[in-house]
């Protein structure tokens, strides 16, 4: 009796003795990324996988789903608080309207880069943690390089060359086209090649990574260089709130601070990929226009409006949208 009493002794204190993640329940997640998976953002969205898998030693696996085959880009966001997918990967533009404080990120601020643009994009989530995201648990934002103009045929130099073009354009892209007199055309990145290349467009604007990554370097003909009015596109990367809440407390921790580590390599690779970009769009014939000073200052007047256009709409919404604006601008400011 005493010899059983000292081994039920001895297996108690072997399993306190045990870690803590031991008795910690697995969860397996899916991830859906309407990026293609030869794309540089794909492939990241699936090393931030598979490294929470490493990392959490297998308590979280995630199958990973590329290329809208999950759900598509317009869907993505509304699939994960569906619960159709357990992470998703798309641009809030595709939603217009639905995330007003998120919005002023997109605005044409003059964006330089990438790294900028999601220091930017995640420093306005940090501060205001909007209302309008609460559906999900954000893990991280990244957001691109300025968005140009790219034209087929028809180089665009000034504003009245520009006037009346059909153009693409999501989101505050699509106000800011409006804005210089041309007619914006919403669509999904994945079905703006055809569109370009059938002519239902003239063109869109986008970053210079575009080129490569969608190959839109193939369609398109010019590339006018209208940097003060770069604009950027806030890309989400969120998980169901369920499926949230069933992650062990230690496993959350790691995954967050995996998604900050990823959140720069996002913004970095936005960067590389655009020297990519021009370079690809060069070897295509592509040509460079560059807008003169004053030019540059008329484009910029032009989109001057949407500021207080987008602190109206925010006030319809109870957002105070002077304050958030200003933290935006602020924030860039310091950073660039």
Request: hydrophobic share 40%.
């Amino acid at each position: 009796m005493k010899k059983i009493l000292i081994t039920v002794v001895a297996a108690a204190m072997c399993m306190c003795a045990l870690p803590l993640t031991a008795g910690a329940k697995s969860v397996n997640l899916t991830y859906s990324n309407f990026f293609p998976p030869t794309h540089i953002q794909s492939k990241l969205a699936q090393q931030w996988s598979d490294e929470v898998t490493k990392r959490t030693e297998g308590r979280v696996t995630i199958a990973y789903f590329p290329g809208g085959t999950l759900t598509k880009a317009k869907q993505c966001y509304d699939g994960v608080v569906e619960g159709l997918s357990d992470i998703g990967m798309s641009a809030l533009a595709y939603s217009r309207g639905r995330f007003p404080t998120m919005a002023a990120v997109d605005l044409p601020l003059g964006y330089k880069s990438g790294v900028a643009a999601t220091k930017v994009a995640n420093a306005v989530y940090d501060k205001f943690q909007p209302k309008e995201l609460r559906d999900v648990k954000v893990l991280f934002f990244h957001a691109h390089g300025p968005g140009l103009l790219f034209t087929v045929q028809k180089p665009v130099k000034t504003l009245e060359d520009i006037k009346g073009m059909k153009l693409r354009g999501t989101g505050n892209s699509a106000q800011l086209l409006k804005a210089l007199g041309a007619a914006p055309v919403a669509m999904s990145m994945p079905d703006s090649y055809q569109a370009i290349r059938k002519g239902v467009v003239d063109g869109g604007v986008y970053p210079m990574e575009t080129n490569k990554g969608w190959k839109m370097g193939e369609v398109v003909d010019y590339c006018t260089l209208d940097y003060p009015v770069g604009y950027t596109t806030t890309f989400f990367a969120v998980m169901n709130k369920d499926k949230w809440e069933a992650i062990s407390e230690q496993d959350r921790k790691i995954i967050m601070e995996i998604s900050k580590e990823f959140a720069a390599k996002h913004g970095q690779a936005w960067d590389e990929s655009d020297k990519e970009g021009r370079e690809f769009l060069t070897q295509k014939g592509g040509q460079f226009i560059e807008l003169s000073e004053a030019e540059g200052k008329r484009w910029k007047e032009k989109a001057a409006p949407m500021m207080d256009d987008y602190i109206k709409k925010a006030g319809k919404k109870k957002i105070d949208g002077k304050a958030i604006l200003d933290f935006t601008v602020g924030t860039l400011n310091n950073i660039q």
